[in-house]
Structure formats: structure tokens, C-alpha cells
């Protein structure tokens, strides 16, 4: 474990308790999760990690094993993560409604995870709207990450390639995403992400011009209620 993780060597290696019991306590409910846990012990003995087989259990599954890598410092495992990832959101999104809100609710999981527990300038930020830069977390680590041919760092400013990812494939999916109502609600309540999501929207639908002059625009969006 020390050879894959920097939280691990430091903490061996210095004069902390842990180093004496060989106990580590992990108290962060929502990273440091048992499946998480699992696959990173796994990860330092076979160097990479089986998945579930299916778009809805596997996007969580990076999601976690890519949040708890930060928090551990394993370089290694956070890419391979990401790179899992990258490979799941390049499948043809869903056209049936059932298979949509089941998406969108995965990708609302997912973003609020990868959005709490990372650290990065957010597009707000970048752009001097606000400050997002997550107060729970120590320092900025982010890298290059290019989609494509485009690459998503602004100005010379890194960006974390998990939240990119989600927002570069949100982006292009957002004429069904839009549909749902836990997709709106994210993206209502999570500044960051919606920040983030502007980078790469598309068009959503036709506008055109009525013969009154008021130009329209015919695209659907779930309705939900806020609070």
C-alpha cells in the first residue's frame, strides 16, 4: 500500500500511532466506502480492477474507486479510473425514457460525489464569477485532459478530468438529460457543475422566427419543484 499511496507512506513513515498499530481509521462516509476500499487493496496487487458489466453500476464504481485514489494519493489508480470512465462515456447515450431517467439519476449520483470530493477551479472561478474551490480540500491537483482534440484547460488553468468528463458528457447529452427532473435539480442546486456545464453545451433545438417577430426556441425540460 505504501508504494501505491502517498497518504499511506506518509503515514507510515512518520511518527503518527498508525505507524506503531498498523491501524488507519477511515471516517469519510462517502469516500472511503467498502467497495472503494476493496478495489484499491485489489489495485495495489494486480494493478487494475474488474467492472460490473453495466453503464448505470460502473460509472458509480470509478466514480468512488476516483474519489477515494484522491483522498489516498494513488496517482495510478486515480487515472485508471478516469480512463475507465472516459471508455464508459463514449457509448451511445440511451433514446428510451425509462433508460434516460435511470441515466440521469446515475449521472446526478455520480456528479455530486466527483464535485464534493475533488478539488479543482471551477469554470465560475475561471472566469472570475466566484470562488469554488472546494474549502474542505487542501490543495488544487487537476491535469490536461483532452476530449477529443479540444482541450478543456482555460487560460493555462487546470481542471480536475473527472469533473470534465461529466460536464464534456452532460454537454452532449443535455436535449435528454434535460428531460429529468434529478438532472435539473442537480443542476439547479450544484453551481459548480452548471458552470462547468456551459463549456460544453449545444445547441438544444430550433429557434426560429415567427411571423409576430418572437423568436422561439422548441426544446423540452422536466419541471420540478424546488426545495
Known amino acids: 500500500m505504501e508504494e501505491q499511496s502517498g497518504y499511506f507512506k506518509a503515514l507510515f513513515s512518520t511518527g503518527f500511532a498508525e505507524s506503531k498499530t498498523k491501524i488507519v481509521t477511515l471516517i469519510d462516509k462517502e469516500v472511503d466506502v467498502p467497495q472503494a476500499v476493496e478495489t484499491f487493496l485489489q489495485y495495489c496487487y494486480i494493478q487494475t480492477y474488474p467492472e460490473k458489466g453495466a453503464w448505470c453500476g460502473d460509472l458509480p464504481l470509478h466514480a468512488q474507486v476516483y474519489s477515494f485514489s484522491v483522498r489516498m494519493q494513488c496517482e495510478s489508480l486515480r487515472l485508471l479510473a478516469l480512463k475507465k470512465a472516459t471508455s464508459l462515456c463514449q457509448l451511445q447515450f440511451p ?48 491535469e490536461k485532459v483532452h476530449l477529443g482534440s479540444t482541450s478543456t484547460v482555460a487560460g493555462g488553468i487546470t481542471r480536475d478530468g473527472f469533473r470534465m468528463l461529466l460536464a464534456a458528457y452532460s454537454g452532449a447529452n443535455l436535449a435528454a438529460l434535460r428531460t429529468c427532473a434529478s438532472f435539473m435539480k442537480l443542476h439547479n442546486s ?13 445547441p438544444g433545438g430550433s429557434i426560429y422566427t415567427g411571423k409576430d417577430g418572437i423568436q422561439t426556441l422548441d426544446f423540452r425540460m422536466a419541471e420540478f419543484t424546488l426545495g
Open 95 to 142: 433514446s428510451n425514457p425509462v433508460a434516460i431517467d435511470k441515466y440521469s439519476d446515475t449521472m446526478a449520483q455520480v456528479i455530486r460525489l466527483i464535485y464534493g470530493h475533488t478539488v479543482d477551479r471551477s469554470a465560475a472561478a475561471v472566469f472570475g464569477i466566484a470562488r469554488a474551490v472546494n474549502p474542505k480540500l487542501e490543495a488544487p491537483q487537476g
Open 190 to 202: 450544484l453551481q459548480d457543475f452548471s458552470s462547468d456545464l456551459i463549456l460544453f453545451v449545444e
